[in-house]
T-cell receptor
Framework: NAGVTQTPKFQVLKTGQSMTLQCAQDMNHNSMYWYRQDPGMGLRLIYYSASEGTTDKGEVPNGYNVSRLNKREFSLRLESAAPSQTSVYFC?????????????FGPGTRLTVL | AQSVTQLDSHVSVSEGTPVLLRCNYSSSYSPSLFWYVQHPNKGLQLLLKYTSAATLVKGINGFEAEFKKSETSFHLTKPSAHMSDAAEYFCVVAGRRALTFGSGTRLQVQP
């Protein structure tokens, strides 16, 4: 099992460009999440999908959109990238979105917006 | 609503000495608490979790944490640090739908 995979690993964008970060999990989990990690701030939740067909905003959703393509895949889209979106992005999944469930994390995507 | 405060942004210990990483939490209900570790340029790995069973929780790699409701604390300890423990550690409290992360403690282990 690969667990949670993310593509790409690194990306450099110019201000105003768009891109989609891809995430897939092979653990048959129902819930998936997108976080961003900035220095000194831990991880902050951008969007999550409690189950296939549903998505909800997290703490910092502005400037992002998500798509739960199927049970395995959850993508994050930046329509018009801004320098403030320079960050490391982590995708995670869990069996359910219950507070008892451990979340499993992907290796991250390091995004730089110039 | 829930929140978590990691009291030290950086901790430095010598190899073979004890490790203590401090965490205080706030939650309006009985919380689930986790410690995750992140090695440089890697994803996050679960060290241990508390979900209202035993208050002393044992995790991987010799780490353990004690849930103290009266002090709203969930400190992470290890009796003897190893060089491979050098990493960033996150204390996490679980809400009904998602996790709230502390700002992290960077552990440095000196030879």
């Amino acid at each position: 099992n690969a667990g949670v995979t993310q593509t790409p690993k690194f990306q450099v964008l110019k201000t105003g460009q768009s891109m989609t970060l891809q995430c897939a999990q092979d653990m048959n989990h129902n819930s998936m999440y997108w976080y961003r990690q900035d220095p000194g701030m831990g991880l902050r939740l951008i969007y999550y999908s409690a189950s296939e067909g549903t998505t909800d905003k997290g703490e910092v959703p502005n400037g992002y959109n998500v798509s739960r393509l199927n049970k395995r895949e959850f993508s994050l889209r930046l329509e018009s990238a801004a320098p403030s979106q320079t960050s490391v992005y982590f995708c995670a999944s869990s069996e359910w979105s219950s507070s008892y469930n451990e979340q499993f994390f992907g290796p991250g995507t390091r995004l730089t917006v110039l | 609503a829930q929140s978590v405060t990691q009291l030290d942004s950086h901790v430095s210990v010598s190899e073979g000495t004890p490790v203590l990483l401090r965490c205080n939490y706030s939650s309006s209900y009985s919380p689930s608490l986790f410690w995750y570790v992140q090695h440089p340029n890697k994803g996050l790995q679960l060290l241990l979790k508390y979900t209202s069973a035993a208050t002393l929780v044992k995790g991987i790699n010799g780490f353990e944490a004690e849930f103290k409701k009266s002090e709203t604390s969930f400190h992470l300890t290890k009796p003897s640090a190893h060089m491979s423990d050098a990493a960033e550690y996150f204390c996490v409290v679980a809400g009904r739908r998602a996790l709230t992360f502390g700002s992290g403690t960077r552990l440095q282990v000196q030879p």
